[in-house]
């Protein structure tokens, strides 16, 4: 019955503590950034890397969501007589919030479980420890340029996801209408102001920035064993995943703040 009252706070004490962790984590990352030598070939390569591992996850996933999202929404605006408005309000749903938050769900499935178990399996094979003994910075070669590849790379892969849901989306309108593609997107980016685009833009960075250091992170201080490296796979997207729900929730909340 007492261990039972207490689980709460023991679990709260943790969650405190691993972010206070990750936080220190994060600042120590960001202090890479900064010094020499810099990893520019090893940034290129993982920016190569996630890039090319998401792609062509993402180009499907966004053409069937900007088909079956215009599909779902057409009857609705044709029955009060406003199918004119469906190109503007899919572009802003796209661009303001699916888009972002699908391909960053995605890449922390793709990426962020795939830095989870790469850095993990570096290790508990101490690899890491042998890279410390001789010499090189495993923070900045393995930990930090991955964080920035990501960090680069998940605002490119939205900019990516967001222009093929467009075109899913009209695909959707052409089966029920002759609407010129020019036509289409003239009114699909009409209704857009930099209101919308740099909030989206912004939290996109912040996105990348949180999947490359909680796959980092949890990979980088996996524990021994072989189970170890699937758990800080799991962990990774479940925690990024998480975060990312929070930090656009925090988002949303500032943007109505000042264009309110």
Do not use: W
Not at 118 to 125: Q, V
Not at 140 to 155: C, E, K, N, Q
């Amino acid at each position: 019955m007492i261990s039972s009252q207490y689980k709460p706070i023991q679990s709260l004490n943790s969650f405190l503590i691993e972010l206070g962790e990750i936080t220190y984590f994060s600042a120590r990352v960001i202090k890479e950034f900064f010094k020499r030598p810099y990893e520019h070939k090893e940034l290129l390569k993982q920016a190569y890397y996630a890039g090319n591992k998401s792609l062509l996850l993402i180009s499907i996933t966004a053409f069937i969501m900007g088909l079956v999202l215009t599909l779902q929404s057409r009857p609705v605006l044709v029955e009060f007589g406003a199918e004119s408005l469906l190109p503007g309000m899919i572009s802003i749903s796209i661009i303001r919030e699916i888009g972002p938050i699908i391909t960053a769900l995605l890449c922390a499935g793709k990426i962020g479980s795939g830095y989870g178990s790469e850095i993990g399996s570096m290790r508990i094979t101490e690899q890491i420890d042998a890279m410390e003994v001789s010499g090189t910075n495993p923070m900045s070669f393995i930990v930090s340029s991955r964080v920035l590849a990501t960090t680069i790379m998940v605002p490119v892969l939205v900019l990516v996801g967001d222009a093929i849901a467009m075109f899913g989306s009209y695909a959707a309108v052409s089966m029920h209408s002759n609407m010129d593609i020019q036509l289409f997107f003239n009114e699909a980016y009409s209704p857009l102001s930099f209101k919308d685009l740099i909030p989206a833009t912004i939290k996109t960075f912040i996105f990348g920035f949180i999947i490359g250091i909680i796959g980092s992170y949890k990979g980088y201080y996996a524990q021994k064993g072989t189970e170890a490296v699937g758990k800080a796979a799991n962990s990774a997207v479940v925690v990024a995943s998480l975060a990312i729900f929070i930090t656009d929730l925090v988002v949303v909340q500032i943007t109505e703040l000042i264009y309110s």
